[in-house]
C-alpha cells in the first residue's frame, strides 16, 4: 500500500510558464513534507519542504502548498526553466511516537518533468 | 565538496559475492541514512544512525545487509551472498538535528550495485 502517491509519471510544460507538481497521501500523521529533485546519474536534490502546522512555504521560484484535509500537496515551479528537467520526488515522514523516526522518508515514485525552450 | 560522498559510484560483481559500499556524509551531520531505489521508483528507507548508534532497519534490511557507522563518522553498508534482487542504487544521506525537530535529509550521488 503506497502511502505517498505521485499519480502523474510525467509533465511537459513550456519554458516561462507554471510547472505544477502533484502529490496526495494517505496518513493522516505525516507532520513534515520534502519535494526533491532528481537529474540522471545523480542523487537526489533537496528543493523545498514544509510542516503540517503551515499551508504555504515559498523559497524564490519554488512553492509548496500543503491541503490537510485533502491529503494534497503541490510544487509550483514559476517560471520555468529548461535546467528544472529532471524527475521529482513527494517524500513525507512520520513523527517518533507514531510510527515513525527521525530516518523513515516514505517516497512517491516521481514525476518526470520536461521543460522545452 | 562538502556534499555527502559514496564510494564506489558503480559496483558491478558475480552473483554470491559480498560487497562494501562507504558513505561520508556532511562533516557536522549526527545523522546518517541508507535507503534504496530501483528503476521506476522512489527511494526506499532501509536503516537509520545518529551518530553511532544504530537506531531503526527497516524490513527490508535482511540479514545479508549490515551497516556500521563506528565512530559516527563515516558508514559502510555490507551485503553478503549477493541476490539477483539486490540490484539497485544504494543512497546514502545525512542530516543535523537533536529531538524530533525536522530537517532535510541531503543525498549523495548513490552506489549502483550490478549483479551479473
Known amino acids: 500500500d503506497q502511502q505517498v502517491k505521485q499519480n502523474s509519471p510525467s509533465l511537459s510544460v513550456q519554458e516561462g510558464r507554471i510547472s505544477i507538481l502533484n502529490c496526495d497521501y494517505t496518513?493522516?500523521?505525516?507532520?513534515?513534507f520534502l519535494w526533491y529533485k532528481k537529474y540522471p546519474a545523480e542523487g537526489p536534490t533537496f528543493l523545498i519542504s514544509?510542516?503540517?502546522?503551515?499551508d504555504k512555504n515559498e523559497d524564490g521560484r519554488f512553492t509548496v502548498f500543503l491541503n490537510k484535509s485533502a491529503k494534497h500537496l503541490s510544487l509550483h515551479i514559476v517560471p520555468s526553466q529548461p535546467g528544472d528537467s529532471a524527475v521529482y520526488f513527494c517524500a513525507a515522514k512520520i513523527p517518533p511516537g507514531y510510527g515513525g523516526s527521525q530516518g523513515n522518508l516514505i517516497f512517491g515514485k516521481g514525476t518526470k518533468l520536461s521543460v522545452k525552450p | 565538496d562538502t556534499g555527502v560522498s559514496q564510494n564506489p559510484r558503480h559496483k558491478i560483481t558475480k552473483r554470491g559475492q559480498n560487497v562494501t559500499f562507504r558513505c561520508d556524509p556532511i562533516?557536522?551531520?549526527?545523522?546518517l541514512y541508507w535507503y534504496r531505489q530501483t528503476l521506476g521508483q522512489g527511494p526506499e528507507f532501509l536503516t537509520y544512525f545518529q551518530n553511532e548508534a544504530q537506531l531503526e532497519k527497516s524490513r527490508l534490511l535482511s540479514d545479508r545487509f549490515s551497516a556500521e557507522r563506528p565512530k559516527g563518522s563515516f558508514s559502510t553498508l555490507e551485503i553478503q551472498r549477493t541476490e539477483q534482487g539486490d540490484s539497485a542504487m544504494y543512497l546514502c544521506?545525512?542530516?543535523?538535528?537533536?529531538?524530533?525537530?525536522?530537517?532535510?535529509?541531503?543525498f549523495g550521488d548513490g552506489t549502483r550495485l550490478s549483479i551479473l
Open positions: 544521506a545525512s542530516s543535523l538535528g537533536t529531538g524530533e525537530d525536522n530537517q532535510p535529509q541531503h
Open positions: 496518513n493522516s500523521m505525516f507532520d513534515y
Open positions: 562533516s557536522e551531520h549526527n545523522r
Open positions: 514544509i510542516s503540517s502546522i503551515k
